[in-house]
T-cell receptor, first 115, second 114 residues
Framework: NAGVTQTPKFQVLKTGQSMTLQCAQD?????MYWYRQDPGMGLRLIYY???????DKGEVPNGYNVSRLNKREFSLRLESAAPSQTSVYFC??????????????FGEGSRLTVL | AQSVTQPDIHITVSEGASLELRCNYS??????LFWYVQSPGQGLQLLLK??????LVQGIKGFEAEFKRSQSSFNLRKPSVHWSDAAEYFC????????????FGTGTRLTIIP
């Protein structure tokens, strides 16, 4: 049972390069999220998708784009990477079940370094 | 907008001692509250959550948390810590039904000494 799978796990980019982080979940969840984690700042929401075909900005969306390809997959794209985007990125998913919603299931993270 | 404060960046406790990690939130109504744990190099795992009802909630690994509306707090406790509890702990808040945005605190790193 894979849960949430992120690729790649590690990536080094040069400033100005582009790349896409891939995320897939096999739990049939409607909602998916991208967070970044930086020391002393916790996790900050970049974008989320409440359902297939919808996306919405989170707290720190600048410099990123997302695509909800289908119910399983939610990708995060950096069009022109900057050193400030050096971070650990986490994809997560969750399911709505009336009011008892909210548990996020996380991938293992993707460590990105921008030189 | 909602916010979460974890005032302790790093806590060190002895194995077998009790533990309390503090969490305060800022939100007008009663939000949905969560505690997550992150082991080194891993993603986050849910420890427990509070939506409504009994203000003392039990979670996995022997953890519990108490919601105190008057103090806007949701502190995490464990009566006796184990070396395997060494990790980083995050409190999180979601405004409520229909709002998908989960806001995390900055985390508390827990070190266990023998």
């Amino acid at each position: 049972n894979a849960g949430v799978t992120q690729t790649p796990k590690f990536q080094v980019l040069k400033t100005g390069q582009s790349m896409t982080l891939q995320c897939a979940q096999d739990m049939n969840h409607n909602s998916m999220y991208w967070y970044r984690q930086d020391p002393g700042m916790g996790l900050r929401l970049i974008y989320y998708s409440a359902s297939e075909g919808t996306t919405d900005k989170g707290e720190v969306p600048n410099g990123y784009n997302v695509s909800r390809l289908n119910k399983r997959e939610f990708s995060l794209r950096l069009e022109s990477a900057a050193p400030s985007q050096t971070s650990v990125y986490f994809c997560a998913s969750s399911e709505r079940q009336g009011e008892n919603t909210g548990e996020l299931f996380f991938g293992e993270g993707s460590r990105l370094t921008v030189l | 907008a909602q916010s979460v404060t974890q005032p302790d960046i790093h806590i060190t406790v002895s194995e077998g001692a009790s533990l309390e990690l503090r969490c305060n939130y800022s939100y007008g109504a009663t939000p949905y509250l969560f505690w997550y744990v992150q082991s080194p190099g891993q993603g986050l795992q849910l420890l427990l959550k509070y939506f409504s009802g009994d203000t003392l909630v039990q979670g996995i690994k022997g953890f519990e948390a108490e919601f105190k509306r008057s103090q806007s707090s949701f502190n995490l406790r464990k009566p006796s810590v184990h070396w395997s509890d060494a990790a980083e702990y995050f409190c999180a808040v979601r405004p409520g039904f229909g709002n998908e945005k989960l806001t995390f605190g900055t985390g508390t790193r827990l070190t266990i000494i023998p």
